[in-house]
């Protein structure tokens, strides 16, 4: 039991005994008290919106700020500390409300809260903020699915929705996960919450990716029922098949669809085409899995479910009646915008694709995993368009997307750095999961506003003088150093019950710093442990070269020590590196889910060089 008096934390032990631990006033850091001073005059001076605005552009490298942004954010500090409305700016800040301003992560975030990015090239240039399974609120064999998990994830920005369709008993359309116990939703539900949320974080394009399990007839259906829901909203292209990607500039407010275009379309088109004589040559596979080998010695797993389920729903829909499976409507295959399908017949020929054509290919995360392991440049250099430009790797015109593999049914998530590292856009994730693979994910798309749309880094979208692609095991120079120095935290009293870190005594934090990217820039850090002290102060600076800055994420997480057992979690976050501002900086806390804390913060410092 913890109670508290004045100037005291009262913890009980036993009932009959008590521990006093005096709250400490807030330590203001030597750098916050020499950054006022050197813009303000003097401790005891007052800071003018000039000032500010000075210490803005210099120290924090912030220098779009205005004299009337300054004023502005003057009146908001005052205010906020006074709790009343404050019109007169004049007065300045004191030190206190300095250190309050630093505090305040809406007004002085790590990151880069605009887009900044340029948007105007296709979107094979761009990683993807992309969700796997959306519609699941749990895991992957028994949970609800259901609209809800889909408005969360186009809530926290996620611009990829992947949706199971399934024909239902009474001649409908559901979304589910095949062959599991997971409860339906009917699909106009989920199109019209995509309608409603798709743009409240982000103009940028929502890409709906449809795997289908449904006959022809329905397939006009979902056609009708896509149209007249989405309505405006809803792009498809003129021609059936592009040849470059649009931009996301172009597409702002737009939802556009993915799938892999229906069977009876493709064998119907020229029997040059490459796509359709790779599934004439592979016929009808029986088994749970693609086995493909390309020559790299690397399986390929179906997404999910095998490409055999869907032919095995097609012929099954009119039992052995083949005639009465008439080629869809035109509208089902307008509808799509990225072409999509699985490598059959082997990885190089699964690329072999025309070069006036654009599509998106998907592997699991085993095939991309051991590839990688294997053979560091093969998985780029053997993605090449053949018929294209000479040894162009897939991923910088067309669209790689990466997926958790089958045996993840708690919804678990795997390492998507490395989906990244090797140029693919949609590393598609289960947001309704945990962990610390989707605190990464979470990190990597707090860059660029937030906008679920981060331009990929020109040596992933080019070859090097002698035709080489990134390899991200490649010993490199040191191409920027960061410091990160951690000053203290604060909030954890607010957030959480006395006795919910320890029963007999104030919190003992650390704070632990990890770079995640290339293997030559990994690294970790911690802190020394502060006992007994819920606003802990530590004032320790962390040094870590980096090779390449462009694919590096800064995660941060919070611990309280306990003796007899496990750590107990104080929070966490990640930040892209390419985003973070210099500065002292205001680093809000997240839960295990992601969900950010109201009042847990970090005051951080971080220099380039």
């Known amino acids: 039991m913890a109670s508290k008096t004045e100037g005291y934390n009262i913890y009980k032990i036993f009932k009959y005994f008590s521990r006093k631990f005096k709250i400490k006033d807030k330590a203001l850091p030597t750098d916050v008290k020499e950054a006022f001073s050197n ?5 005891e001076a007052r800071m003018r919106p000039d000032q500010l605005r000075r210490f803005m552009a ?28 404050v019109q007169d700016h004049t007065t300045g800040l004191i030190l206190e409300d300095f250190f309050y301003l630093l505090f305040l992560d809406d007004l002085n975030g790590p990151c880069n809260s605009q887009v900044h990015h340029d948007m105007t090239a296709p979107l094979s240039h ?30 926290g920005g996620v611009r990829v929705i992947e949706l199971d369709l399934w024909p239902s008993s009474k001649d409908d359309i559901n979304v589910l996960h095949g062959r599991t116990l997971t409860t339906p939703v009917p699909l106009i539900n989920c199109l019209k919450c995509i309608k409603e949320h798709a743009f409240v974080t982000s103009p940028y394009p929502v890409i709906i990716t449809f795997e289908d399990h449904l006959t022809p007839s329905l397939q006009a259906k979902v056609a009708e029922m896509v149209t007249r829901t989405l309505g405006d909203l809803l792009y498809y292209p003129e021609s059936e098949c592009l040849t470059e990607f649009p931009s ?3 597409l702002k407010n737009r939802i556009i669809i993915s799938t892999k275009p229906p069977k009876e379309f493709l064998e119907l088109k020229d029997k040059g085409n490459v796509l359709a004589n790779e599934r004439e040559s592979s016929g009808e596979e029986t088994s749970g899995k693609d086995t493909v080998d390309g020559g790299l010695g690397v399986e390929f797993d179906a997404d999910d479910r095998s490409e055999s389920d869907q032919d095995d729903e097609d012929n099954n829909a009119c039992g052995d009646n083949k005639s009465c499976q008439p080629a869809p409507p035109p509208e089902y295959k307008r509808l799509i915008t990225i072409h999509a399908g699985k490598p059959k017949g082997g990885l190089r020929e699964a690329l072999r694709v025309a070069s006036d054509k654009v599509r998106r290919l998907s592997l699991n995360e085993q095939a991309l995993e051991r590839a990688a392991a294997s053979y560091p440049t093969d998985l780029v250099s053997e993605l090449v368009l053949i018929q294209a430009v000479v040894l162009s790797s897939f991923t910088q015109r067309n669209v790689l997307r990466v997926y958790p593999k089958g045996t993840r049914f708690n919804s678990s998530n795997y390492k998507p750095i490395i989906g990244w590292m090797h140029g693919a856009q949609m590393v598609a994730f289960n947001m309704q999961g945990y962990g610390k693979s989707l605190w990464l994910m979470h990190g990597m798309f707090r860059a660029n506003g937030g906008c679920g749309y981060v331009k990929k880094p020109d040596f992933l979208m080019q070859n090097g003088p002698r035709n080489e692609v990134f390899d991200p095991k490649k010993t490199r120079p040191v191409k920027m150093t960061l410091k990160v120095k951690v000053y203290m935290g604060d ?9 919910h870190f320890d029963t007999y005594s104030p919190p003992d934090f650390y704070t632990k710093v990890y770079i995640v990217g290339v293997p030559a820039d ?18 320790e600076e962390f040094t870590f070269p980096l090779t390449v800055p462009e694919l590096a994420l800064l995660r941060i997480e919070v611990r309280e020590y306990d003796k007899s057992e496990k750590d107990d979690f104080g929070g966490q976050t990640c930040l892209p590196v390419s985003d973070i501002k210099q500065g002292i900086r205001a680093v809000p806390l997240h839960n295990r889910k992601g969900e950010k804390y109201k009042s847990v913060k970090l005051l951080m410092g971080f220099q380039f060089q």
Request: glycine share 6%.
């Open 39 to 43: 813009y303000a005059g003097s401790p």
């Open 58 to 85: 210099e120290h924090q490298g912030e220098t779009e700020i205005t004299l009337s942004d300054a004023e502005g954010i003057v009146r908001q500090v005052l205010s906020r500390r006074k709790n009343d409305v």
């Open 248 to 250: 996301p500039e172009s």
């Open 522 to 539: 990994c690294s970790k850090k911690k802190t020394e442990i502060i006992s007994d002290d819920w606003a802990p102060v530590w004032n």
């Open 491 to 499: 909030g954890w009293h607010l957030d959480f019950s006395r006795t």
């Open 126 to 155: 761009y990683f993807i903020y992309t969700g796997h399974n959306s519609y699941l609120t749990g895991n992957q064999l028994s949970s609800d699915c259901s609209e809800v998990p889909i408005i969360k994830a186009l809530q």
